[in-house]
């Protein structure tokens, strides 16, 4: 029995082969590609669990404080304590870090923008007559903003050590001495406020300087003189520089200090800043003075953004070349008691991007509501509190560059234009950039400041949790839960990321920011644990059909064989051992393969484990269907008056309709839902790594897809011509040419194919819908899946057609 059914194989080498091929890609293709969605599965919740955790896990706020921004689009600044009104006071704090399941919950609060001291800037001393005229500028990074009025200075030679002869024509808004000085503007930083011993074990950062007693002497003298206000102490942040920008023109004026001396009232020896108590003469030598006959001028632009730290600058000389350097000798203007607070950026939501209006037109344009607060030093001898910097302090670099966790007062991500220029705010309040805070201080601070509930955010982390898996996420969401139930703004921030959010910033044009997408982790495990529970069903039902359709071919190709061996005399049980055996040879032969493959391939248990089960189905399956009573072909009594051709062989036909139908459903999920979930996976670095992670495997899956659909169209459509091999040849025989055969086939074809492709095209559209896939990869995928199977049909029909035409 096993020769005569070897025999059979081999006297029909092609049908064979072609079977044969058909089941190693059964056995190898199907586990492989099962292999590949579950090894994606496994990199996406490994990626998810080592780096989906940040450095905190659950954002609370006041309750109402949610943005429309995140509301909509679920996404937040990276510095959003930035402009923050406070709402939690010191004791809720308390309360909440009492909880047993929370780790750490670190408070912060946003106070305003405040100025510290304005150190000095030293003109140089040049050998003639000079006036000196200056502007101040600052930058966004595109443009430059003028800062205050121009001012001007006037040098006279003669000067001698200690006693330099020069107008200062801004007094007595500016300060004289020894040295031609210029005061640096008021910039203005965010300063956050923090409890010092939970933000050092959320950051790692030291603020033990926060404690550190004020001995300056120079510093108790003001204060006295200001009545003794309490002290606001700030660490400021060292690597933060605000644009500053200083303009300075130099004319060669023809002046004699003689004169000038003589013209004020003043002895030879006297300095001209004596001058100063005679108002009206000196208005008048100033008024000459600017327009002094000009020899010769120059101008310099300086950079100063280095030396303009945020509290506690760095006072500079100007040299002889107009070079800057560091100096010991200053002098610094202390008042610090004005600062400024903003509102929340309102944007405006346009799909995804967003518009930031200008609402003060500069310069610089302002994008923010800003009110003045305090009281000056020089509109009051008592002001509510002084500035004084006491240390500085630098942020940990992250290293987790794929999860955020964005404490909302440290980033320095860039913001750049489409052209990559980096953006950055100016030392005016207003800017749309989420500036970090550059000084820090402490909560005590802040209730004088803001209030009995100065606190804008507190960062939680959830104890217990050494991984952010299945377990770590539904802890930290119970948590979440309670805190919510407090009557708190709740968010999950473990497993966010870091997206490029792109702003229409008015004036500006458009801007690139990094912002924090919220529930990235848990977004992306379920969009590739759906897409491996579809493409195991898919899979399934389409090996299964497969299956069918192949075992259904033979079974009709061996019916009148079977009816002749009857006959002569075989038994039908012995029919039925031939045609089992047959197919067992040539099943068994393709599982062999297949585990050769494997194991070429090294791989693990998996695929080995499934191959086998697909064996051990497709022998249960042939015997079930060659078991089943079936008939030949039936002599019709009546004509068929519509798609005789069709009607007549759907016992082939119908089982070819649904391998299509399952085939383009298939290949319709699988491409839109890949490329949908790179598409969005590359809007966040978590999810980009995760698509670099397993982008060979996404391919593999699509290409696997692929030549098992080419592989059932293919010989489907093989294994109907080969029942019709007479029917061709008669047609051959009759007269028919080549071309005439392919177009009668063809229509055929494409009436019966159409059918199975436009259902599975509309279902598989219905099951993306309902997966929220976007509508350009539904048309795309539908438009790859219908190319690819016109191309296996039309391929398949003209190379197997060719050897049945010729008769």
Not at 21 to 29: C, H, K, P, S
Request: with cysteine.
């Amino acid at each position: 029995m096993i020769r005569f059914a070897w025999v059979r194989i081999l006297s029909r080498k092609l049908i064979s082969i072609t079977i044969l091929l058909a089941f190693i890609g059964l056995y190898t293709l199907i586990p492989l590609g099962f292999q590949s969605t579950k090894e994606i599965k496994l990199a996406v919740n490994h990626s998810v669990e080592e780096y989906g955790r940040g450095t905190y896990d659950i954002l609370v706020r006041p309750s109402s404080t949610r943005t429309d921004v995140e509301k909509k689009l679920g996404m937040i600044e990276e510095n959003y304590i930035g402009d923050g009104g406070g709402g939690i006071s010191i004791s809720d704090w308390e309360q909440i870090k009492r909880n047993p399941d929370i780790e750490l919950a670190a408070p912060v609060a946003s106070l305003g923008y405040f100025s510290g001291k304005r150190m000095s800037i030293e003109l140089p001393v040049l050998k003639e007559p000079t006036r000196f005229s200056w502007q101040f500028y600052t930058s966004d990074g595109i443009h430059k903003y003028p800062i205050d009025q121009k001012e001007e200075l006037y040098y006279f030679d003669g000067s001698v050590p200690g006693n330099i002869q020069y107008i200062d024509a801004s007094y007595p808004n500016s300060l004289t001495g020894v040295a031609m000085t210029v005061l640096m503007p008021f910039n203005y930083y965010l300063l956050a406020a923090i409890d010092v011993e939970s933000e050092s074990k959320l950051t790692g950062i030291d603020y033990s300087e926060l404690d550190k007693e004020i001995n300056d002497i120079e510093f108790k003298e003001v204060r006295e003189s200001l009545g003794n206000p309490p002290v606001i102490k700030v660490i400021q942040r060292h690597d933060i520089n605000i644009p500053l920008y200083m303009t300075v023109k130099t004319d060669r004026i023809d002046v004699d200090l003689g004169e000038y001396q003589e013209k004020l009232g003043l002895m030879k020896d006297d300095s001209l800043l004596m001058g100063y108590e005679k108002p009206e003469k000196m208005e008048q030598v100033i008024n000459e003075l600017s327009k002094a006959k000009v020899l010769d001028n120059r101008e310099y632009n300086l950079d100063l953004s280095k030396f303009q730290k945020p509290f506690e600058g760095t006072a500079v000389k100007i040299g002889e070349d107009f070079s800057i350097s560091e100096t010991d000798r200053f002098m610094s203007d202390q008042d610090t008691s004005i600062y400024y607070i903003a509102s929340k950026i309102n944007y405006k939501i346009n799909e995804n991007n967003l518009e930031v209006p200008i609402l003060e037109d500069g310069p610089p344009p302002i994008y923010k509501t800003v009110n003045k607060k305090g009281i000056s030093a020089y509109q009051s001898q008592k002001v509510p509190f002084i500035i004084e910097q006491v240390g500085e302090f630098s942020p940990n670099k992250d290293t987790n560059q794929l999860a955020s966790s964005p404490l909302g007062i440290y980033s320095t991500t860039e913001s750049k234009s489409l052209d990559g220029k980096v953006v950055q705010s100016t030392i005016f309040p207003g800017s749309f950039i989420p500036t970090p805070a550059s000084g820090i201080t402490t909560l005590e601070a802040a209730e004088m400041v803001k209030g009995q509930k100065p606190i804008d955010a507190i960062r939680i982390k959830v104890a217990g949790i050494n991984k952010y898996n299945v377990d770590a996420q539904e802890k930290i969401e119970q948590v979440a839960i309670d805190l919510l139930k407090s009557g708190y703004e709740v968010d999950i921030v473990a497993g966010s990321s870091f997206k490029q959010m792109r702003l229409d910033v008015e004036g500006l044009g458009q801007i690139l920011e990094p912002w924090t997408t919220l529930g990235v982790a848990q977004e992306l495990s379920e969009n590739w644990n759906h897409m491996s529970v579809i493409s195991f069903i898919l899979f399934s039902l389409f090996g299964f059909l497969w299956l069918y359709s192949r075992v259904t071919f033979e079974k009709k190709a061996l019916y009148k064989e079977d009816e002749l061996l009857y006959l002569l005399g075989w038994k039908r049980k012995f029919i039925f051992l031939r045609n089992c055996l047959e197919q067992f040879i040539i099943i068994t032969i393709g599982y062999v393969v297949s585990i050769i493959l494997f194991t070429l391939f090294k791989q693990d248990a998996f695929p080995y484990l499934l191959s086998s089960l697909l064996w051990f189905l497709t022998v249960v399956m042939v015997c079930l269907l060659f078991l089943r009573n079936g008939s030949g072909n039936k002599t019709r009594i009546m004509e068929y008056k519509k798609v005789p051709a069709i009607i007549h062989y759907k016992e082939f036909i119908l089982p070819t309709i649904l391998v299509l139908f399952i085939s383009i459903i298939l290949l319709i999920i699988q491409i839109s839902n890949l490329g949908y979930s790179i598409e969005k996976a590359k809007e966040t670095t978590l999810g980009q790594f995760t698509m670099d992670e397993t982008l060979i495997i996404q391919i593999s899956i699509i290409v696997i897809t692929v030549l098992l659909s080419y592989l059932a169209v293919s010989e489907s459509i093989t294994a109907l011509l080969q029942y019709r091999a007479k029917e061709f040849s008669m047609y051959h025989i009759i007269g028919w040419t080549k071309g005439r055969i392919l177009i009668h086939f063809s229509k055929e074809i494409s009436l019966w194919s159409g059918v199975p492709i436009v259902l599975g095209v509309l279902l598989g559209s219905l099951i993306l819908f309902g997966m929220n896939v976007s509508y350009s990869w539904i048309f795309i995928s539908i438009l790859i899946s219908i190319g690819i199977l016109s191309i296996a049909i039309v391929v398949t029909t003209i190379t197997k057609l060719k050897p049945f035409s010729k008769g």
